[in-house]
């Protein structure tokens, strides 16, 4: 009972999040919030499956699949802010 119950609060907790980013995009029109803001829509969705799908078995690892790609796109969000950085300053 308590489980789905913290991942519900993690679920919510990402959205905020992108919600939150989202914001910074809109107003920066920054490509660096718009990366991050999805990738904590699709951290959300990893929560989201944990919690829906209630996998305990040797199928779980895949679940975690969606959580490397929302990592892997906060690291392209930071190395693409840093490559046009380095553009726009020299």
């Known amino acids: 009972m308590l489980k789905p119950m913290i991942n519900g609060a993690l679920v919510m907790a990402c959205l905020a999040c992108a919600l939150f980013f989202l914001r910074f995009w809109r107003a920066s029109r920054d490509r660096l919030f718009a990366f991050f803001s999805l990738a ?4 959300g969705c990893n929560w989201l499956a944990l919690t829906l799908l209630d996998v305990d078995d040797e199928r779980r690892h895949y679940v975690y699949v969606i959580r490397l790609v929302s990592f892997l796109l906060i690291l392209y969000a930071i190395w693409d802010k840093n490559r046009a950085g380095r553009g726009s300053s020299s």
């Open 40 to 43: 904590f829509v699709v951290m």
